[in-house]
């Protein structure tokens, strides 16, 4: 967020907390781009806050709470506020668990802790707001479609984006296939705490193969992740990495340092097509 919304963010943030009787003396900024996260202090309870339709920021709480009583590695929404999002002007914000560091977790922990996720996910009904993983690719093709979206994008590394995302192995693009994922699950959304590996950032919750969440891992967790399709989580591994390229390149994008990062996935999916 910008700076004025920021601060927006922080005012919304303590204004809720001291409704529902937390003390807040200090506040935190541990993230700040398209959402912010805050981590209020003595009461140690971790706000999340977004703009726009709050219904996303409720459907992440709802399917927190479901993951969490069907034994999933994520985390808790705080047990001292009510399980929804709260409203604060045009801010939607929603209050989780604020975990200690644990360990660093290895390429095991982080496969063993991805198909923990996963197996649970098969216990829970996806709600009907969750999309399927091909209407997350299908948004960064309209990206590429619309220059006025992403004014500057290169030619060259448009038409690279646009090859890459039209070409979906048959198992992604299966509307009717695969099961309740992440959407996410990189190591930014992988926290080490005291209570072993947990994931965070549930709004990106999709349906599809459980391969498509594992592209997200770095590729040293493939063989810590039992059973899967390692040839199919290959070909989805350039599949996300073009999706999540052409978001860099959206005119309204706000992840800090976006356009290196750009530059640096496309490096990326430059070498794994030569490499094939």
Known sequence: MREPDLRRAIAAARSVAASAGLAVEDVVVLQSSAKVAL???????????????????????????????????????DPRLESRAYREDDLAITWWTFYTAGAALSAGDYGHALRRLHLGMRGVEPPAAVPHA???????????????????????E?????????????????RGGGQLLH????????LATAHGPLFIDLETCCRGPVEFDLAHAPPAVDEHYPGADLALARRCR??????????RWDRDDQLPDGRRLAAEWLAQ????????
């Open 39 to 77: 981590r209020l202090l003595p009461c140690d309870v971790l706000a999340r806050v977004s703009a726009g339709d709050p219904r996303a920021a409720q459907l992440e709480v709802d399917l927190a709470h479901a993951l969490v009583d069907a034994g999933c590695p994520v985390a808790r929404p």
């Open 134 to 156: 091909l209407d997350r690719i299908e948004s960064a093709r309209r990206l590429l479609d619309d220059r006025d979206l992403t004014p500057e994008l290169p030619d060259e």
């Open 158 to 174: 448009r038409g690279l984006l646009t090859r890459v995302l039209g070409e979906l192995p048959a198992e992604l693009a299966d």
């Open 183 to 190: 959407g996410e699950p990189h190591a930014g959304n992988l």
């Open 238 to 247: 350039l599949v996300v990495l073009a999706m999540v390229t052409t978001w």
């Open 269 to 276: 999916i430059r070498t794994m097509l030569a490499v094939g």
